[in-house]
């Protein structure tokens, strides 16, 4: 029974560190005990929380003892790893290094530490797409990991192509199409060239049109009948089928830390010195796993690779031993990577400040008052019910303000006069 445990656990830890990076300090401790929590509870200091954290994937891993318990999840009831409790290892070992990775600016000497301890942990870290993280949504047909109800659908999937509110942005359209001299082969399969809904809900695409992302922050309106931007490509025809052309589809796994990730940490490890290897062939390693994916022909992903503009040019980051260049191309390729996991992309831009975002949006005004112009927002709000219930308990600097880093976010990304503050990751 001890093994379901501890895969709870790792779970707990892994939506814990989300709330977190997304929020800052949280109420965890009176929790993670397993006591009942008063109704008004203390907030917990963000670092503290990952203390936490890094201590239970410790716990767990150390403890767990695979194919010894009598009781097993199955895959009704684990709708990660279908009760494979050596995947839920890995996949404990590889969220470690992620968060070993997080504060490596903040605090090196413990992330050195914990990404070594990862690393050397039984079952170490992930070893291929089998090891993905991913939730099916229930929307799906049996066969495919769901449980064929009438709703759930891919929620990236809902937003992007039914609600129509959630577009391609500019900087993902810039960066398919400007990183390599050889346009992304991902931006084809992930993306509808835009389109009028109407042709959309027949599976027509109009392909006399480039594809276009909207400048984040730009207030140009996402009008839901537009055929201006971008949207992810689904078959409505075909709802409960997986198509490799429309990667979209409402049956759709979503990916929440997966084996490209990985190469780009590993990659990143070598580069701060915590492990012996070739920063390059990580990098490399990367990209072939996000485009190996999306099931993307060899042959393109090495001709995107070859073409890229910063291995071709006379500045080349990873021959020049250039960190600070080698670490922007390592988390620009990993953004588009993680794709479309906001929450992950967001936190790396924070953690990094790369890759270059546009700055459009802090320079025409931001729309809430507690992001000074010029500034990029750092974390969420806490929800109106914490502030009507809680209040006494937030603590003062996080209360109104999503400017407030996070403790791993070590410096802010423009200076008070919003121009771009030149990166230093290697203090």
């Given at each position: 029974?001890?093994?379901?445990?501890?895969?709870?656990?790792?779970?707990?830890?892994?939506?814990?560190?989300?709330?977190?990076?997304?929020?800052?300090?949280?109420?965890?401790?009176?929790?993670?005990?397993?006591?009942?929590?008063?109704?008004?509870?203390?907030?917990?200091?963000?670092?503290?929380?990952?203390?936490?954290?890094?201590?239970?994937?410790?716990?767990?891993?150390?403890?767990?003892?695979?194919?010894?318990?009598?009781?097993?999840?199955?895959?009704?009831?684990?709708?990660?790893?279908?009760?494979?409790?050596?995947?839920?290892?890995?996949?404990?070992?590889?969220?470690?290094?992620?968060?070993?990775?997080?504060?490596?600016?903040?605090?090196?000497?413990?992330?050195?530490?914990?990404?070594?301890?990862?690393?050397?942990?039984?079952?170490?870290?992930?070893?291929?797409?089998?090891?993905?993280?991913?939730?099916?949504?229930?929307?799906?047909?049996?066969?495919?990991?769901?449980?064929?109800?009438?709703?759930?659908?891919?929620i990236f999937a809902l937003c992007s192509t039914n609600y129509r509110d959630c577009v391609m942005s500019k900087d993902i359209e810039l960066a398919y199409k400007g990183l390599a001299d050889f346009e992304d082969p991902r931006m084809e399969i992930l993306w509808y060239r835009p389109t009028p809904y109407a042709s959309l809900e027949n599976n027509i695409e109009d392909t006399s049109k480039d594809f276009n992302g909207c400048v984040i922050g730009s207030r140009d309106i996402i009008h839901k009948e537009s055929s201006k931007h971008s949207v992810l490509r689904c078959n409505q025809t075909a709802p409960k089928v997986l198509e490799?052309?429309?990667?979209?589809?409402?049956?759709?796994?979503?990916?929440?830390?997966?084996?490209?990730?990985?190469?780009?940490?590993?990659?990143?490890?070598?580069?701060?010195?915590?492990?012996?290897?070739?920063?390059?062939?990580?990098?490399?390693?990367?990209?072939?796993?996000?485009?190996?994916?999306?099931?993307?022909?060899?042959?393109?992903?090495?001709?995107?690779?070859?073409?890229?503009?910063?291995?071709?040019?006379?500045?080349?980051?990873?021959?020049?031993?250039?960190?600070?260049?080698?670490?922007?191309?390592?988390?620009?390729?990993?953004?588009?990577?993680?794709?479309?996991?906001?929450?992950?992309?967001?936190?790396?831009?924070?953690?990094?400040?790369?890759?270059?975002?546009?700055?459009?949006?802090?320079?025409?005004?931001?729309?809430?008052?507690?992001?000074?112009?010029?500034?990029?927002?750092?974390?969420?709000?806490?929800?109106?019910?914490?502030?009507?219930?809680?209040?006494?308990?937030?603590?003062?600097?996080?209360?109104?303000?999503?400017?407030?880093?996070?403790?791993?976010?070590?410096?802010?990304?423009?200076?008070?006069?919003?121009?771009?503050?030149?990166?230093?990751?290697?203090?």
């Amino acid at each position: 029974m001890y093994n379901a445990y501890y895969i709870s656990r790792i779970y707990m830890a892994f939506l814990t560190v989300q709330m977190v990076d997304t929020y800052g300090p949280i109420p965890f401790s009176e929790y993670v005990r397993g006591w009942e929590a008063p109704e008004k509870v203390h907030y917990d200091d963000a670092e503290k929380v990952y203390d936490m954290c890094f201590r239970i994937l410790a716990q767990a891993v150390e403890n767990m003892r695979p194919e010894e318990c009598e009781f097993k999840f199955t895959k009704t009831e684990d709708f990660v790893y279908g009760g494979d409790e050596r995947a839920w290892m890995r996949f404990a070992n590889t969220l470690r290094l992620r968060m070993a990775m997080r504060i490596s600016v903040a605090n090196p000497e413990r992330a050195k530490r914990e990404a070594l301890a990862a690393l050397s942990a039984p079952e170490g870290v992930m070893k291929g797409q089998e090891d993905n993280m991913v939730t099916i949504p229930d929307y799906a047909p049996v066969a495919l990991g769901g449980i064929d109800s009438g709703g759930d659908e891919n929620i990236f999937a809902l937003c992007s192509t039914n609600y129509r509110d959630c577009v391609m942005s500019k900087d993902i359209e810039l960066a398919y199409k400007g990183l390599a001299d050889f346009e992304d082969p991902r931006m084809e399969i992930l993306w509808y060239r835009p389109t009028p809904y109407a042709s959309l809900e027949n599976n027509i695409e109009d392909t006399s049109k480039d594809f276009n992302g909207c400048v984040i922050g730009s207030r140009d309106i996402i009008h839901k009948e537009s055929s201006k931007h971008s949207v992810l490509r689904c078959n409505q025809t075909a709802p409960k089928v997986l198509e490799d052309m429309n990667w979209f589809g409402f049956s759709r796994e979503s990916v929440w830390l997966g084996y490209a990730e990985c190469q780009f940490l590993l990659a990143e490890a070598v580069l701060r010195g915590w492990i012996e290897g070739d920063v390059l062939e990580y990098f490399k390693s990367g990209i072939k796993a996000s485009m190996d994916y999306y099931k993307i022909l060899p042959q393109k992903t090495n001709v995107y690779i070859m073409m890229l503009h910063c291995l071709q040019d006379e500045d080349n980051p990873f021959e020049k031993n250039d960190r600070e260049g080698m670490l922007e191309q390592i988390i620009t390729q990993k953004w588009l990577a993680v794709f479309p996991n906001g929450n992950e992309a967001w936190a790396e831009f924070r953690r990094t400040d790369y890759p270059r975002l546009m700055d459009f949006q802090t320079k025409s005004g931001n729309y809430s008052s507690d992001v000074p112009q010029g500034k990029f927002i750092k974390r969420i709000r806490y929800s109106n019910s914490e502030f009507e219930h809680n209040f006494d308990n937030i603590p003062v600097k996080y209360r109104d303000s999503q400017a407030q880093r996070i403790f791993w976010d070590v410096s802010d990304t423009n200076n008070d006069q919003g121009e771009r503050v030149k990166p230093n990751n290697f203090r």
